[in-house]
């Protein structure tokens, strides 16, 4: 029926590129360096792709441009001998590479040809800027014998052949589900000297690691996919148009602007329900977009998880809101929420340009919610994977971990902030809580720090430093600072750098522009100190609360208050004091000693006293060492471990009934 609708609708418009696609923006939102035209052809029984491509590519930099590279992301599960594989082992997130399948798991990408407009045939040979594996062929460089000077355009066009895997790290097929990323023959960045870290012009185009995402210009799209008929296809960008084909395929065109990558889906089997979001407290006749304010939403599911759809489009409502409320204007018209089959697990929670992937379960109850933590946290990669456009290969934490913050606080604003992870018989834990307990309970927090090449990263510590620690940091400078602050930071971080590239020193020149212009001096001249320790360091922070002393010395009460800092992590911390007369005092250490005492002269004994009172310090590693009383009470534990034996006896029943 939807296609019906669009076909009447767009019955004017032709399938060719040159007249298929109205512009969604008036006017462009990016710089459009990397334009792309694509023909793609899906053959669901040998899982394989065929595929014209035609790239107009624009030379931003004053750099003469003798060369260009491109990703083959696709030949990273080529074989065992690619450093994906290498570095992987063949599993990624708990997904392992069907090596057993009757069908071939394996992926591959090949480019058939690649002539310039003018039809010169063009060579290109692997190379692996980054390991020197000379079996990875996931970067080709292509000598131009005409280069490209400043401000020119070159126009390639390319043909290329792709074996798509079974479903895992990201893309695939499973049995009759397609997830399709990462698929076609994609131009590198081309940074020019002093622009983020390059020191000189130079193209940015690592090989496809284990531990790394993806780092693209911006671009339009124009997509053809030809499929089954019986298929339904979803994809990155506004559907523009459908055409019936006599074999028995159909051919979808898709149209995106302003995105750094295109995705898309196809199966027979998908149950689609579509909804709208509307900006709230929008005024009437106000247009801040091309929808006017509207997003519309395309929730495409499983049969199996049709009951569970509320749930995704309650999340994804929550997520708009949010940003639109604390960081920016989510700017596309569109959002595709994709809901894979169970069998398809390695394709759960991805994201691309205004199109999602997210996870359910035909069992999940309310209280567990897995579809509303993947969805809200898959949407937030609509601001910093496309709008901003990280470099996920150098800094994924830019990504990854400022998402990871954000998923935290809108779970915990939506659901509850102690319970909007799991609320199940009586067991309750938080988002940001989890975050937090993933990075300070590790046997050693202090292995590495966030900063770095997702590659070179301690092994084993990717999705800790990245996702978690960096979450728990971001928490960290949200207290120093207080909310207000650090929303003006990010809101200014996101308005001054979208669409642009962002780099980490850009976050920080940002912060150390706002923090000293809104609390002065109490923090220094600027917070490098936080970031050496929180970000680039390794320092671990554990504060402690010593000692409680009360004496009376010539007819007075003194009282004693020791703190100490056991890590070498040094923040500025909080200490209240409760007096048995009912009074507090609060008190400020700098942190930077190993201990401080704290004599009181309240003419009252101190029952009991708290470092960091409002959990400012988020990345404290151990909370239970924060607080001392001298009338200490067995109640809270008491309380807990009957809270803990209750949640543990109505889930193993609540299990012995699933079986």
Known sequence: MKRLLFLLLYSSISISFAQSAKPIFPTPLSPRLANYQIDVTLDPITKKLTGKETLTWRNASNDVIRELQFHLYLNAFRNEKSTFMRESGGQL?????????????????????????????????????????????TVIRVPLSKPVGPGETIVLDIAFRAKLPKIFARTGFSR??????????????????????????????????????????????DVNITTPKDFWV???????????????????LYHAEDVVDFAWTASPHFQVINDKWKRPGRSAGAVDSPSGGTVTLELVMQPEHVHQAQRHLDAVKAALSYFDKHLGKYPFPNLTIIDPPLHASGSFGMEYPTFITAGSAWFLPSGMRFPEEVTIHEFGHQYFMQLLATNEFEEAWLDEGFNQYYEGRIMDATYGARSSQVDLLGFRMGDLEVSRDSYVHQDHPENGSSFGNTWQLPEGQYGVL???????????????????????????????????????????????????????????????????????????????????????????QRSVVWVQRNGDGKM????????????????????????????????????????????KIYMDTDLNNNSLTLKPSSAPAAKFATKFLFWIENWMQWLAWLA
């Open 93 to 137: 997130r708990g997904t392992e590479i069907d090596r057993n399948a009757e069908e071939n798991p394996y992926g591959s990408l090949d480019v058939v040809s690649m002539k310039t407009r003018v039809g010169e045939a063009l060579a290109y040979q692997f190379i692996q800027p980054d390991d020197q594996n000379r079996d990875d062929h």
């Open 176 to 221: 009759d589900f397609f997830l399709v990323g990462q698929w076609f023959p994609k131009i590198g960045v081309y940074e020019p000297a002093g622009t983020r870290y390059a020191t000189q012009g130079q193209w940015n185009c690592h090989q496809f690691h284990a531990h790394s995402e993806f780092y693209a210009d911006y671009g339009v799209y």
């Open 234 to 252: 979803s994809a990155t960008g506004l559907f523009q148009s459908e055409k019936q084909n006599k074999n028995g395929t159909k051919t979808i």
């Open 466 to 556: 990245t996702y978690m620690k960096t979450a728990t940091w971001l928490r960290t400078l949200e207290g120093l600072v207080s909310r207000p602050i650090m929303d003006e930071i990010m809101q200014t971080y996101f308005s001054r750098w979208k669409f642009k590239h962002p780099n980490g020193q850009n976050f920080i020149d940002i912060v150390n522009e706002i923090v000293p212009e809104r609390l002065g001096s109490k923090y220094g001249p600027d917070m490098n100190w936080f970031f050496e320790q929180a970000l680039y360091g390794d320092n671990v922070v554990d504060y402690e609360l010593l000692s409680i002393r009360n004496r009376t010395q010539d007819g007075q």
């Open 572 to 615: 500025p911390v909080d200490i209240l004091v409760h007096f048995e007369n009912g009074k507090e005092l609060m008190l400020f250490w700098d942190g930077k000693a190993r201990q401080r005492q704290f004599t009181l002269a309240e003419n009252a004994k101190v029952l009991w006293a708290k470092v960091d009172p409002k959990q």
